[in-house]
């Protein structure tokens, strides 16, 4: 089923709505309402909503493949407007949304609950829970049923996360970047899951940016590096961390000094690549993506043979960047690949796989 943009949108208009309709009630949603709200998906993928779109003739200026979404759009900003105290919180929602339109890819469900039911059929047991770019909520969804006793989540998003509130208001949930975590959360987390944000965004945590370890400081100038590390921090002792993120977290030379320090405080559970149209079906985008899997271990003493190849990445022949681990095509989920570019415009390997999710 290809990714449609109009039903993807007017389901996210119709959860804002709701949403927007429970703040006001003052109250909570009920299983049918939380049903509706389940599918919002963000605005990945929906870059178009912040075209012009406040007056009839701004249409011209949308390319002629999208002008058919123009009246929904419309749909959708007056909702903000509407709903919004002042144009100041209104121009606040738009930010928002321009800040998560190339970052907010919401992940496969069967992909989470493929993460979640291993950690189940393992029998790893999980009293804290912690998703730190938690979107609409999808893997405090599936690890929510483990007899879990604390669920911490954060949400940047301003809209998305009015819709996590509502889906679970039981949990800890913080509408704050991730960098806003208490340090008393420090070394306490069993399991921290996500898809974290892909992308070179800064962040601001000056634990980051003052100190004197040279990984940490570079962690805090590119997003996925800083919420690998800062969710290290927040493992305690043989907790695991799984993410979904960038391919460029291990192909990258300039993030070797990333994964070093990665390895000289946890265990390599796993890496996996993951194809690039994982995403297509559902968030309408094709992007390089890979699954690492993590333990932590304070008294680690040496680094394995396929933990030194975690930290190596080299560049190939046809110039395309890469990781050792997958110097073989091994670890690859894909049934066909070739030679493209990534979503930077710059040479890359795409795996696809042709039976889907």
């Known amino acids: ?59 011209h200026r949308w390319v002629k493949s999208e002008q058919d979404l123009f009246a929904l759009t419309q749909e959708l900003h007056q909702v903000l407007r509407e709903n919004a105290l002042d144009e100041k919180q209104y121009h606040r929602y738009l930010d928002s949304i321009r800040a998560s339109v190339l970052t907010a890819f919401y992940t496969p469900p069967a992909i989470i609950d493929a993460i979640a039911n291993s950690f189940l059929e393992n029998q790893i047991p999980i009293e804290r829970f912690l998703e730190p770019s938690a979107g609409r909520g999808s893997f405090i969804e599936a690890f929510k049923n483990e007899g879990i006793s604390h669920i911490a989540a954060y949400e940047k998003d301003l809209l998305t996360g009015k819709i996590l509130k509502q889906l679970y208001p039981d949990n800890n949930i913080r509408v704050a970047g991730f960098e806003e975590i208490p340090d008393s959360g420090k070394e306490t987390y069993d399991i921290i899951a996500s898809n974290i944000p892909f992308g070179d965004t800064s962040v601001f945590d000056l634990s980051f940016i003052r100190s004197k370890n040279s990984a940490r400081m570079q962690a805090a100038r590119s997003i996925h590096n800083y919420f690998f590390i800062k969710s290290v921090d927040m493992l305690r002792d043989g907790g695991i961390l799984a993410f979904i993120t960038s391919q460029g977290v291990l192909n990258s030379a300039k993030n070797e000094p990333i994964r070093e320090a990665l390895m000289q405080s946890c265990n390599l559970v796993s890496a996996i690549r993951l194809p690039n149209n994982l995403f297509t079906d559902y968030a309408g985008t094709e992007v390089g993506s890979d699954l690492i899997v ?29 990781n050792l681990l997958f110097a073989k095509g091994q670890r690859i989920v894909h049934t066909s690949l070739y030679e493209g570019t990534n979503q930077y415009g710059k040479p890359s390997w795409i795996y696809e796989h042709k039976d889907g999710v």
């Open 1 to 59: 089923m290809a990714f449609n943009k109009r039903e993807h949108l007017k389901k996210n208009i119709e959860a804002l709505q709701l949403v927007f309709l429970l703040e006001k009630e003052k109250r909570q949603a009920t299983e049918n309402e939380r049903q509706l709200l389940m599918k919002y998906s963000g605005f990945g993928g929906l870059k178009f909503v912040l075209n012009p779109a406040d007056k009839a003739d701004d249409l």
């Open 294 to 322: 993590l333990q932590k271990n304070k008294s680690k003493s040496g680094i394995s043979q396929i933990e030194q190849q975690f930290c190596k990445a080299y560049i190939t022949s046809e110039n395309i960047n890469n």
